[in-house]
C-alpha cells in the first residue's frame, strides 16, 4: 500500500520478502496451533477450530499465488493488491476466531454482585475455560448445552448421568462425548466451577 501511495515500485522486494516470511513461517504456526488445541481442547472439533482450518488452508493457497505474483511482475498491479488484500483478511479471520478460542465472550455479569467469593472464582474459571462452549445465561445450545438452571434438572443435558457434585467432576476430568477433558483442573477450582453452576 505504501509503494502505490508514494509510486515506489522498489517496494515490491519487501512484499516478496514478506511473503516468503509468511510462507515459511506457516508450517510452524500451524504445528504449534495443533498442539495448542491438543492441549487444551483435546482435540474437540470446535467450529473457530474449524474455521482457522479452512482460513490456514485457503491462506496457504492465497500466498502461494502471492508468492508467483510478486516474482513474475516489477510493479504493482490491481491483481496484486487484490491478492495481498484477500491475505489480510484470512490473517484477520485467523485471528478473529484464534481470539475467539483465548478470549471466549464473557458471560453476563448480571447477578455477579451477587455472587460469594467461591461462585466468583468459578464465574472466572468458567469464563476462561467453558464459555466458549456453553452459555451460562440461557439454555440453548452453543457447541454444548447452555447451562442456566442446570441444578433444577434431576439428570445432566448430555450424559443423563445423575446431576450430583461427584458426576459434575467426573465430567470435567473425564468427559463424555465430545467435550475436552479438564484433568489438570484442581479440586479447588472444580469446587468453585460447582459453585458458580448451582448460582445459574
Given at each position: 500500500?505504501?509503494g502505490l501511495?508514494f509510486?515506489?515500485?522498489?517496494?515490491?522486494?519487501?512484499?516478496?520478502h514478506?511473503?516468503?516470511?509468511?510462507?515459511a513461517?506457516?508450517?510452524?504456526v500451524?504445528?504449534?496451533?495443533v498442539?495448542?488445541?491438543?492441549?487444551?481442547?483435546?482435540?474437540?472439533?470446535?467450529?473457530?477450530?474449524q474455521?482457522?482450518?479452512?482460513?490456514?488452508?485457503l491462506?496457504?493457497?492465497?500466498l502461494?499465488?502471492?508468492?508467483?505474483?510478486?516474482?513474475?511482475?516489477?510493479?504493482?498491479s490491481g491483481?496484486?493488491?487484490?491478492?495481498?488484500?484477500?491475505?489480510l483478511?484470512?490473517?484477520?479471520?485467523?485471528?478473529?476466531?484464534?481470539?475467539?478460542?483465548?478470549?471466549?465472550?464473557?458471560?453476563?455479569?448480571?447477578?455477579?454482585?451477587?455472587?460469594s467469593?467461591?461462585?466468583?472464582?468459578g464465574?472466572?474459571?468458567?469464563?476462561?475455560?467453558?464459555?466458549?462452549?456453553?452459555?451460562?445465561?440461557?439454555?440453548?445450545?452453543?457447541?454444548?448445552?447452555?447451562?442456566?438452571?442446570?441444578?433444577?434438572?434431576a439428570?445432566?443435558?448430555?450424559s443423563?448421568?445423575?446431576?450430583?457434585?461427584?458426576?459434575?467432576?467426573?465430567q470435567?476430568?473425564?468427559?463424555?462425548?465430545a467435550?475436552?477433558p479438564?484433568?489438570?483442573?484442581?479440586d479447588?477450582?472444580?469446587?468453585?466451577?460447582?459453585?458458580?453452576?448451582?448460582?445459574?
Amino acid at each position: 500500500l505504501l509503494g502505490l501511495a508514494f509510486k515506489k515500485p522498489v517496494l515490491l522486494s519487501t512484499v516478496r520478502h514478506c511473503v516468503i516470511l509468511a510462507l515459511a513461517a506457516l508450517p510452524f504456526v500451524a504445528f504449534f496451533g495443533v498442539m495448542d488445541w491438543q492441549h487444551f481442547y483435546a482435540g474437540a472439533w470446535l467450529f473457530p477450530i474449524q474455521a482457522k482450518v479452512v482460513l490456514a488452508a485457503l491462506l496457504l493457497v492465497v500466498l502461494v499465488v502471492a508468492l508467483i505474483t510478486v516474482f513474475r511482475v516489477d510493479q504493482f498491479s490491481g491483481r496484486s493488491i487484490v491478492i495481498f488484500g484477500v491475505c489480510l483478511l484470512f490473517t484477520f479471520g485467523l485471528g478473529y476466531f484464534g481470539g475467539e478460542l483465548v478470549y471466549a465472550t464473557a458471560q453476563p455479569k448480571a447477578n455477579e454482585q451477587s455472587l460469594s467469593a467461591l461462585q466468583a472464582d468459578g464465574a472466572a474459571i468458567f469464563n476462561q475455560s467453558c464459555s466458549m462452549c456453553h452459555y451460562s445465561d440461557r439454555t440453548d445450545k452453543k457447541v454444548g448445552p447452555g447451562l442456566k438452571g442446570l441444578y433444577g434438572n434431576a439428570q445432566m443435558p448430555v450424559s443423563g448421568w445423575e446431576l450430583t457434585d461427584e458426576n459434575i467432576e467426573r465430567q470435567l476430568k473425564t468427559p463424555f462425548a465430545a467435550m475436552p477433558p479438564f484433568s489438570s483442573m484442581t479440586d479447588e477450582e472444580i469446587d468453585a466451577i460447582i459453585a458458580y453452576l448451582k448460582s445459574l
